[in-house]
């Protein structure tokens, strides 16, 4: 082979100098371009959306539909495969979707410039639920509106419930109750109680005994003493055999190991109504709120509509968050897939629509939600990788490593 | 040469001009497509670009080696979440390598042999994994290797109680250690290489990464057999025939004839493994998306988590940049280790000189032997 020459090298070094130029200026051509505010164009607005299924799906695009055909603004929803992927993608090129289902990255999201901030223009702010403004604010506004929410709760079924002799008198209200009943359920193949072993199941318990990954302040309290008993508490039944989490019994998710009967109940979300009445229909279950530890405590899980800081069209893509997350359409949502209303006048209706899922609307009033500050995720799935060992590991040492790494998320 | 100067001057300008055309396609595409994005990829591993617009805009910093510093630091989660995705992957090359080119070779002389009948039977079964998609075979196996599958139901037959594979972070060497009473205390527990304690470091592969090391090994073996497959055709049959008058059994035959002729591909087989082990990513996102407790996290994998989830997009290029020397660093080594493929090629010519020598002097010295009976 010949050796490359002078010229050759040098045509090279001015091809990559030159492309990376147009690279450049193509993508800060887009940049400095300010995203205006003023009048509502009528340029096409693409939701981004992360589906839990065809019903979501639907629902979405019919509600979209019907905002496009009364503002007159074409409007589209794409459903990602990777919604995080695509997010990440869309705001890397410079071109992202309009309006989005933004989750835990919702910090890391405004931290890097991304979210346009449209809180001077939502027009349910006051119908909030606090603990959802609370995880939507970043420097203390609220950048991005709750879409709807989740809690956590005791599912338990039904059928089993009777065969152990047991009644509605005996619904765990403390966690010596919930011991005692997660006893008597376990019989050969059947754990009396499961969940899935990260801090999104586990976290619950931490709030029952008066704990938390923060604290109200915003710092760091991982390795509380109230942590501690929590996980201590959650080992003590794995140990005694009437606990074991999802992952020993085999399955993907507490949903599916309490669907499958291989527990009797379960630390789950109301998401599980919807794979309940799909995947396991013959399966007998009822709902209760979670038994208290030193207080009444669970976890509230939420998306908020994103709006792009790069959108054409923020005043129309603000017009139609504003037009999803209003009463009518809420609870056309909770209808079509189960999910729980974001603003408090539409709670009401929302319990006689769905008796069944009352004890996670009542979770909301005293709910608390994970941390989700810059480079809290990392942390969060350290612990979450730690937990599945919980039955043979030190709850202590878990939680003091969560400390250290928590405490340096929150500085950094 | 009676040409004059000029004209051959002139000639050899246009002709270096043509060249220049004729190539210019393939040099705009790598540029566009491969330069441009590594040398951006440079940039964002020292910066601190956040993954909102161009990473060449104004408000991206240049931050020197501090992403650099934070993975091969070893200190915070940071460090040490390279650090176990390192060891992860050592383990996994490993085991993975050796193993897979020792089957390989095996199956590629299995199945050259004149006397196995449906020879393109075997070669297309054993090929067959090869040409599936990863993420069929990935899926195939994690139920295959569920707590209640197959695996474990055949398992149970020979009573013996599967693990729960996927599932299950213990190592397989620290299971060992720690019926030997060894435990994670003193001089063990201390922080060792990035961050990481010499008891994690001597913990060996998870018991789910030993899933994914028997499916690369299934899957890869294949493609490396069909390469074994074209050397051994290559060498042709008069060699085994001189070793076989020569009264060399099958495995001297295969030790000390083939094994050595094919010591080129060897070569090629073992860079290759080196390289795709190294760069495993795709089994880890479908399958198990680095679980149980970090045991199955690659640096490939951790790279995409890094820039993807974590939105650190530096140091999710910073990994990619620390993968790539690993991978040359280890390429060279091998090619120290197993001598450059150039003298291969020569001592290959001079065995078959020598053996055609032996094969002529044995030849004299049964002329003269029959000779002197006479």
Known sequence: MNRPTKAGIAAVALLSSLSLVACGSGFTSTTSAAPSTAAATKSKIT???????????????????????????????QVASDLGQQIAQGFASGSPADIMYVGDQFAAYAKA???????????????????????????????????????????????????????????????????????????????GLTYGPEIARLG????????GLVDASGAATANSQANIDALTFAKKLETEGVAKNSKDLGAGWGGEAFGKKLAAMVIEGNWISGAMSKDYVGVGWKGVELPAGKAKGTLVFSNCWGVAAKSKNTAGAVDLVNFLTAKDQQL??????????????????????????????????YAQSLPAQPGTKAVIDDLNSKLPGLKTADPKAILDAAQTNLDAALKG | MAQPTSTRRGSANRQGLAGWLFVAPVIVILGVFMLVPILMAVWVSVSDWSGNGSPLASGVNFVGAKNYEAILGGRGLTGQNFGLAIRNNLYYVLFVVPLQTIISLFLAVMVTRKALKAKGFFRTAFYFPSVTSSVAITVLWLFLFNTSGVINKALAAASIKGP????????????????????????????????????????????????????????????????????????????????????????????????????PTIYTVVTLGLI??????????????????????????????????????????????????????????????????????????ERKLDAAARHLAREKREAESSRGAA
């Open chain 1, 332 to 365: 056309a949502f909770g209808k079509a897939f189960g999910v729980i209303p974001s603003i408090q006048s539409a709670a009401d209706q929302f319990k006689t629509d769905n008796p069944n899922l009352v004890p996670f609307v009542n979770g909301a009033a």
């Open chain 2, 164 to 263: 729960n594979w996927f599932n299950e972070p213990a190592g397989v060497l620290g299971m060992l250690w720690t019926k030997l009473g060894m435990s994670e205390t003193g001089a063990l527990a201390q922080p060792g290489l990035f961050g990481i304690s010499t008891w994690q470091w001597i913990q060996g592969p998870s018991v789910a990464m030993v899933a994914f090391i028997l499916m690369a090994i299934f899957t890869t073996s294949g493609t490396f057999m069909l390469l074994f497959i074209a050397a051994l055709q290559a060498i042709g049959d008069e060699t085994e025939e001189a070793a076989m008058i020569d009264g060399a059994t099958a495995w001297q035959r295969f030790r000390y004839v083939t094994a050595p002729m094919l010591r």
């Open chain 2, 276 to 349: 795709g082990t190294w760069q495993v990513f795709d089994q880890i996102a479908i399958g198990s998306k680095g679980d149980p407790a970090k045991t199955t996290v690659t640096p490939a994998f951790l790279s995409y988590q890094s820039a993807f989830v974590d939105l650190a997009w530096g140091r999710g290029a910073a990994i990619a940049f620390v993968l790539f020397g690993i991978i040359v660093a280890m390429s060279i080594l091998q090619r120290f280790i197993l001598g450059n493929a150039d003298a291969t090629a020569s001592t290959r010519q």
């Open chain 1, 204 to 211: 619950a318990l931490m709030a029952e005994a008066g704990g």
């Open chain 1, 113 to 191: 410039g991304n979210l346009y901030d449209y809180s001077a223009q939502m027009t349910n702010k006051a119908d909030f639920y606090p603990s959802l403004v609370q995880a939507f604010s970043y420097k203390g506004q609220l950048v991005c509106a709750p879409k709807d929410f989740s809690t956590l709760g005791l599912v338990i079924n039904t059928d089993m419930w009777k065969a152990a002799g047991l009644t509605d008198a005996d619904i765990p209200t403390t966690w010596l109750q919930l011991e005692a009943v997660a006893k008597k359920l376990t019989t050969g193949g059947v754990v």
């Open chain 1, 47 to 77: 939701v981004l959306i992360g589906s839990s299924g065809e019903a979501e799906t639907t629902a979405v695009k019919t509600a979209v539909a019907a905002w496009s055909t009364k503002s007159g603004t074409p409007a589209e929803v």
